[in-house]
């Protein structure tokens, strides 16, 4: 099937890919190089590789034989739009307008070229993709510092009751005779919106038959996302008190990133089962049948 429709889709990605990969090449050599937006590649990545997996659906969901009309007019007023935002935010240099447009662009392609029942099969890696957006700064450094806040205070009063020597003055934490600042890519919302697509992610591969089970899991990311963030916080004080602000700040430090996205998939795995459980256990188990003596 993906074969087959090559021969129709190679001058549309030939045309996408002159069209953005410029963008990509500036991504790839500046924001998505740094720590707060890090994640961009993962999404993007895990978007097509989403698309590549249901492109068998699209097809089929695009098919005459389908009874789905192939093609929309509206599309091309969106691609219209689309356009002119890539080419307004590219020019201008407003990331945010620029990683949008493209979403945009490639959604209204699909649905020019598959109809609307192709853009309904692929609705959530679009919606993933918008994970990669970045967000207003001014709005980013808002929600940020109350985070920040809450990761600091909770770090503090657990190495605090676990008898470390630590004290806390806004978002710096001093143990020993070290001192840490909790910057923005330890626990700000940039890390929290990663967390929670990595939630996301997880459900649409699960994809559980229950509402409940998928709701509640949904509600749960968050809490896991901010007990992740505090992980890794923790992780990086001690690091830097047991081996010095070198080591903190060094190679280890990228070490509790990972430490961080792999407690929050172990702690979504385990309030998954959790869920799963106490679904069973409401559900009841059947009687059982007692053999007559």
Request: charged content about 10%; glycine content about 8%; overall charge positive.
């Amino acid at each position: 099937m993906l074969r087959a429709a090559l021969p129709d889709w190679w001058p549309v990605l030939a045309g996408l890919a002159l069209l953005f990969v410029p963008t990509f090449i500036s991504l790839f050599s500046g924001a998505w190089i740094s720590e707060e937006q890090g994640h961009g590649p993962i999404i993007f990545g895990l978007a097509l590789w989403l698309v590549y997996r249901k492109w068998p659906a699209v097809l089929a969901a695009s098919a005459p034989a389908a009874g789905a009309r192939r093609g929309s007019r509206s599309g091309r007023v969106v691609l219209a739009f689309g356009l002119a935002a890539y080419l307004l935010g590219r020019s201008q240099q407003i990331l945010m307008l620029e990683i949008g447009a493209i979403i945009l662009v490639t959604a209204a392609v699909l649905l020019v070229k598959q109809g609307a029942a192709a853009l309904r099969v692929l609705w959530f890696p679009f919606f993933f993709m918008l994970f990669m957006v970045p967000l207003p700064a001014e709005f980013v450094a808002l929600v940020t510092m109350p985070m920040k806040m809450a990761v600091s205070w909770a770090t503090e009063h657990l190495l605090f009751a676990a008898g470390y020597p630590i004290s806390r003055a806004g978002v710096i934490l001093q143990i020993g005779q070290y001192q840490l600042l909790v910057a923005d890519a330890c626990a700000g919302l940039q890390t929290l919106l990663t967390l929670e697509a990595l939630g996301l992610f997880y459900l649409n591969l699960m994809r559980h038959p229950s509402a409940i089970r998928n709701i509640g899991l949904a509600i749960f990311i968050v809490p896991i996302s901010f007990s992740a963030n505090v992980i890794r916080v923790i992780v990086l004080t001690l690091i830097t008190y047991y081996f010095g602000d070198a080591a903190g700040q060094g190679f280890l430090h990228g070490f509790a990133g990972m430490v961080l996205f792999v407690t929050a998939l172990l702690l979504i795995l385990s309030v998954d089962s959790l869920l799963q459980w106490s679904l069973r256990r409401r559900a009841g188990a059947p009687p059982r049948t007692r053999e007559a003596a």
